[in-house]
């Protein structure tokens, strides 16, 4: 029988949908890069072990109904995923198999990640400052699902193209979740960066303009990060045997 496990490297762009980004925007594409390693069960379904390194970002200056807040955040963000796939034909290397299909692919990841900001050149961990006035774990969970299209060019080397979403299970990606804390109190704890960091529409107008319990975010979403990939997969041993008839 021949191996069924195969190595693979892919690479495109990730962005993310939340309180910075309430739509995609073309100025926080980033490049997404990753690799996996894949055990075909059968020729319908495969299980897929992934690591990837995305960036993403977000800007209120994207946006004119926001741009007043004036909040932007860019974190880079490391991701191991074990998904399911569904391959929609009968996908394999042997004769009657079809060298192409569709798939879907669900499952289950852990993430780190790190949002900072950028103030006057320097990039700051916004974690560190507790911008709303409460602290975050940089660890959490997400579920990975998406739709892809496989190619099969030899019985050693496939070509892969996949657009996947994320739905986290936390709404600090962009270290932007419910209200204003304090601004004075910010300031008195944290010292003018933290303020600054906390209402950034005082770089604006000079002074913070949203008192404490004011709306920062939407705490009733949680954010999303998505990527679109294309990949290369190599089976590691593509030897096959013939079967016994005495």
Request: one cysteine or more; hydrophobic letters at 35%.
């Amino acid at each position: 029988m021949a191996q069924k496990t195969e190595l693979g490297l892919q690479a495109g762009a990730s962005t993310y949908y939340g309180d910075l980004a309430p739509s995609v925007s073309l100025n926080e594409i980033h490049p997404a890069l990753g690799l996996f390693i894949r055990r075909n069960l059968n020729n319908t379904w495969a299980i897929k072990t992934e690591l990837n390194r995305y960036t993403v970002s977000g800007n209120d200056n994207n946006f004119a109904y926001n741009a007043a807040r004036n909040l932007s955040f860019q974190s880079h963000i490391n991701e191991a995923a074990m998904v399911v796939e569904f391959n929609y034909l009968k996908y394999g290397p042997y004769v009657l198999d079809k060298k192409y299909t569709s798939y879907i692919y669900v499952g289950i990841a852990g993430f780190q990640y790190n949002p900072q900001a950028n103030l006057r050149g320097v990039w700051y961990d916004l974690s560190d400052y507790r911008t709303e006035g409460v602290s975050y774990s940089k660890l959490s969970m997400a579920i990975p699902f998406g739709i892809g299209f496989k190619y099969m060019a030899s019985k050693k080397f496939a070509f892969e193209c996949q657009l996947g979403f994320r739905r986290t299970f936390t709404d600090y990606l962009d270290d932007v979740s419910t209200v204003y804390p304090d601004v004075v109190n910010r300031f008195e704890q944290s010292g003018l960066i933290g303020a600054t960091l906390t209402d950034r529409s005082i770089e604006k107008t000079g002074m913070p303009n949203y008192k404490l319990g004011y709306r920062r975010g939407d705490p009733n979403t949680k954010d999303w990060y998505m990527s679109f990939t294309i990949g290369c997969a190599m089976r590691l041993n593509t030897k096959t045997k013939c079967a016994r008839f005495f």
